[in-house]
Every structure is written in C-alpha cells, then in structure tokens.
C-alpha cells in the first residue's frame, strides 16, 4: 500500500483563486511528520509546510496552510491568492516516527498551474 | 553561500565513465540525503549519512558509491551507469529537534546516462 497518496495529477487555479491540493498518508505510528515541498521546473525541491501529528492546531505559513485532518489520515495543502510563481509541482512527503533525521516517504506529486 | 548546493549542475555521461555528484550544505546540518528522482516515480531514498556514518543504504546497486567526509559534504560516486540511472538527484540535510528534521534540499544534477 501506498504511505502517500496524492490523487490529483494535475490542477488548475485562476490567479487570485484559493487552491486544495490533496493528499492522504499511511501510517499505524503514532508519532509522524508531514511535510509539502513546491518544485519548479528548475529541479529545486523547496520546503513549504510541516505538521506534526500531535499538533493540535493546523500549520500555517504565509498563504499556505495544511488542513490536517488526523482520523481521515489527510494532510491537504492550501494556497491562498494563487500566484503565476506558484506553478510547479507540489509533494506531500511524510515522516514515520518521532523526529531524528528519518528519510522521507513522498506521494507522486500534483503538477499545479496558475491561469492569469 | 547559503543552504544546500551541489555541482554539476547537468552531467551526461557514458556507460563506462566514472564521475561524482558533490553536495554541500551551510546550514550546521547533521544529517545528509541523497534521494533520486527519475519520470513519473516519487522520489526514493538512496542513502542517509548521520554524524558522517551511513545509516541507511536503501537496496542500491553498487554503482552509486556515497561518500561523507564531513558533516557538510556529501558525494555520490557513479560508475559503470546504465541509461535507466538516468534521472535528478537530489541531496538533502536536516538537524533534527525535537520538534521537527525538515530535510533542505540542493537543486539538483540532472544526470544522462547515454
């Protein structure tokens, strides 16, 4: 089974617009890590957001957000007043265990593109 | 210089050459990744150095030989490539907190195996 799973391969946002790019994670540890990372056609893998699981409240950084949901096992990112810069491809990446330098396991990304 | 970098940038290369991805990073990091990235596949983890000893080789073949002579350097040797090892690899490095070990990442070498 999948640990991450983005289901969308691809979205559309009008520039201005609120986005939701999902993902959901598998995991039967209790203590896990969530992160999104952005990658632009450059290669760069860019750090956005992090949750950890026992965070009672969502994260938040800048225009983004993670609508962490624990008992959907959901972990969706939201981006708020879509940019033209904000188009690339978007990874959900998830931490099993407590933090300590763990390797990451990342879903297959959802490619978004920003519409003037 | 700030954060992670790694040179080349773009390597194209022959089956039977023998070259070497170098990473560096300037962030006091303890801990250093290489992951590969190829079309359509998530990213995969190669290798993980901590404090400059590797603790996890995830099944790859002997052709990628890794190498961390400090904690702010991190090479990948390559030789005897075949043309499916073509792909992006990514290093990375975190110090993990309490809290969290983001990892940050380099741009990336594109590298052709022709």
């Known amino acids: 089974a999948q640990k991450i799973t983005q289901t969308q391969p691809g979205m559309f946002v009008q520039e201005k617009e609120a986005v939701t790019l999902d993902c959901t994670y598998d995991?039967?540890?209790?203590?896990?890590?969530l992160f999104w990372y952005k990658q632009p056609s450059s290669g760069e893998m860019i750090f956005l957001i992090y949750?950890?699981?026992?965070?009672?409240q969502n994260a938040t950084e800048g225009r983004y957000s993670l609508n962490f949901q624990k008992a959907r096992k959901s972990a969706n990112l939201v981006i708020s007043a879509s940019q033209l810069g904000d188009s690339a491809m978007y990874f959900c990446a998830m931490r099993e265990g407590a933090s300590g330098n763990t390797p990451l396991v990342f879903g297959k990304g959802t490619r978004l593109s920003v519409i003037a | 210089e700030t954060g992670v970098t790694q040179t080349p940038r773009h390597l194209v290369m022959g089956m039977t050459n023998k070259k070497s991805l170098k990473c560096e990073q300037h962030l006091g990091h303890n801990a250093m990744y290489w992951y590969k990235q190829s079309a359509k596949k998530p990213l995969e983890l190669m290798f993980v150095y901590s404090l400059e000893e590797r603790v996890e080789n995830n099944s790859v073949p002997s052709r990628f030989s890794p190498e961390c002579p400090n904690s702010s350097h991190l090479f990948l040797h390559l030789h005897t490539l075949q043309p499916e090892d073509s792909a992006l690899y990514l290093c990375?490095?975190?110090?993990?907190?309490?809290?969290?070990?983001?990892?940050?990442f380099g741009p990336g070498t594109r590298l052709t195996v022709l």
């Open positions: 990375a490095s975190s110090q993990a907190t309490e809290y969290t070990d983001t990892q940050y």
């Open positions: 949750q950890g699981s026992y965070d009672q």
């Open positions: 995991t039967s540890d209790p203590s896990y890590g």
